[in-house]
């Protein structure tokens, strides 16, 4: 068995509860590849997990192991692997229940996994797996907007934000991007209608009434954006807290959680490459400084993914 660094979880905790071990990774199981990590991205809900705020959903076995969005390259297959084989590109979501991302090798279902076009770097396209899969499904399969419809999407700086204005656009929407005043600079580049400072009501109000708010932000500066959103009009949150609708409002709520669909992140990554789109890594820090991405994850305002690098890669 091949030995793998991996950045362990001792106990649920503040960040002394994480370190880098070297283990024996068993062959490839039914249906899995190994993966030569490339690339390994921390979200938000790692930190929860670590913290355990999430005890409520799922419970680790110690020690565990965190991270969901990795890419890298194919270096082993088990049996019945039908469509990946040794040296394919590949990007996807793993269950840190049967092994995290955290790691220099993973084990992975073939079925949570999809190829990698060749321009793409792999290290980058290890921050779009969940963010790509929630964003656009927050657009696609919650609000579902007409051609013409006039949609903010908050946190448009993010993973998550970016992946939905990208949706949103592609479905003929008129889309606002709600950042931090911190964060303008980082959606320069998207072909949006306006920018909007979420914390600055005169910014807000160029928008006019608009249809929906793809929120991926949550709490009380989600609560505040009611009052731009027609009567009849659609908020979807993926935040956790999520808003309260503030009293009398009419507009349909509701909040939002991710299913993986490999079809559609596939699709995603052939429009990066097709259509030039970034999505944003802030850091790039070698898996030994795990604790660091958590502290810097937990400071915020990176306006962007940090992806761990493993030394194989």
């Given amino acids: 068995m091949p030995q793998t660094k991996m950045a362990l979880l001792s106990d649920y905790g503040d960040l002394d509860t994480l370190s880098i071990d070297t283990v024996d990774l068993p062959p490839p199981g039914p249906g899995q590849v190994r993966v030569r990590v490339a690339g390994a991205a921390v979200n938000p809900v790692d930190i929860k997990t670590r913290k355990g705020l999430l005890r409520d959903w799922f419970n680790l076995a110690f020690p565990a192991q965190l991270g969901n969005d990795l890419a890298g390259v194919v ?13 394919d590109r590949v990007a996807g979501l793993v ?33 779009a797996p969940t963010g790509a899969l929630t964003g656009t499904q927050l657009i696609e399969r919650a609000i579902r ?8 999407v908050t946190g448009a ?7 939905a204005v990208f949706a949103a656009l592609d479905a003929g929407a008129t889309v606002f991007a709600g950042v931090r005043a911190s964060g303008v600079t980082a959606v320069a580049d998207l072909p949006v209608a306006g ?3 979420l914390e600055d009501q005169s910014s807000l109000e160029t928008m006019g009434l608009l249809d929906a708010i793809a929120d991926t932000i949550g709490g009380e500066t989600t609560e ?12 979807v949150s993926i935040g956790v807290p999520g808003p ?16 993986y669909d490999g079809e559609r992140l596939e699709r995603f990554f052939t429009d990066l490459d097709r259509l030039g789109r970034v999505m944003p890594v802030a850091r790039r820090l070698p898996l030994e400084d ?5 502290r810097l994850m937990e400071v915020g305002g990176l306006n962007g993914k940090i992806v761990l690098v493993p030394e194989a890669h």
Avoid: C, M, W
Avoid at 157 to 163: F, I, L, M, N, V
Avoid at 290 to 294: D, M, N, P, Q, Y
């Fill in 157 to 163: 700086g993010g993973s998550t934000g970016r992946a």
């Fill in 75 to 87: 270096e082993a297959v088990g049996e019945g692997v039908a469509k990946l084989q040794i040296g």
């Fill in 224 to 235: 505040g954006l009611f009052r731009y959103v027609k009567p009849d009009g659609k908020v």
């Fill in 95 to 127: 269950d840190p229940a049967q092994g995290g991302a955290y790691a220099e090798r993973a084990n992975v279902y073939e079925a949570a996994l999809v190829k990698v076009p060749d321009n793409l770097d792999l290290i980058d396209a290890a921050a």
């Fill in 145 to 152: 907007p007409k051609a013409g419809d006039r949609i903010l």
């Fill in 195 to 197: 920018v909007v400072v």
């Fill in 290 to 294: 795990v604790r660091e991405a958590h």
């Fill in 244 to 259: 309260n609708p503030p009293a009398g409002s009419t507009q349909a709520y509701s909040a939002y959680v991710v299913a």
